[in-house]
C-alpha cells in the first residue's frame, strides 16, 4: 500500500486549498482514508476520515465546518477541501489508511501513512 499526498502549500488567512491523496492499492473502494495533521513537538491529530465501502465522512469536531473530503474511487483519490484556513492549521498534512477494521480514528489505527504535504497559512 502505498499513498501520496499533494495539494500544501502557503496560502493567507481564508483562503482554501484543496488537499488530495493517491492510494496504490487495487480495490480503493475497500479502504478508509483518514487525513491527519502534525505540527512540530506535538502529536499527529485527526482531520477527517472517509469510510470504505459506504463513503461516509468523519470530521474533527472543531474543524468540521470548514473542511470537506470527498473520494473518487475511479482514480484511487480521496480529496481534502479546506475552507477560511486560519493560522493554526499550518501543519503537515498527511493520509492514512489501515488494513484492519476499527470504528477509531486514532492515528494508532492507521498502519499505511503517505509523506505528507506542507500547508502554511500566513496571517
Known amino acids: 500500500v502505498q499513498l501520496q499526498a499533494s495539494g500544501g502549500g502557503l496560502v493567507q488567512a481564508g483562503g482554501s486549498l484543496r488537499l488530495s491523496c493517491v492510494a496504490s492499492v487495487r480495490t480503493f473502494v475497500s479502504y478508509t482514508i483518514g487525513w491527519f495533521r502534525q505540527v512540530p513537538g506535538k502529536e499527529r491529530e485527526f482531520v477527517a476520515a472517509?469510510?470504505?465501502?459506504?463513503?461516509?465522512?468523519y470530521y474533527q469536531p472543531s474543524l468540521k465546518n470548514r473542511l470537506t473530503m470527498s473520494r473518487d474511487n475511479a482514480k484511487n483519490t480521496v480529496y481534502l477541501q479546506m475552507n477560511s484556513l486560519k493560522p493554526e492549521d499550518t501543519a503537515v498534512y498527511y493520509c492514512?489508511?489501515?488494513?484492519?477494521?476499527?470504528?477509531?480514528?486514532?492515528?494508532?489505527?492507521?498502519?499505511?501513512w503517505g509523506r505528507g504535504t506542507q500547508v502554511t497559512v500566513s496571517s
Open positions: 472517509v469510510s470504505r465501502n459506504t463513503g461516509n465522512t
Open positions: 492514512a489508511t489501515r488494513s484492519v477494521a476499527s470504528n477509531s480514528y486514532s492515528q494508532y489505527d492507521f498502519n499505511y
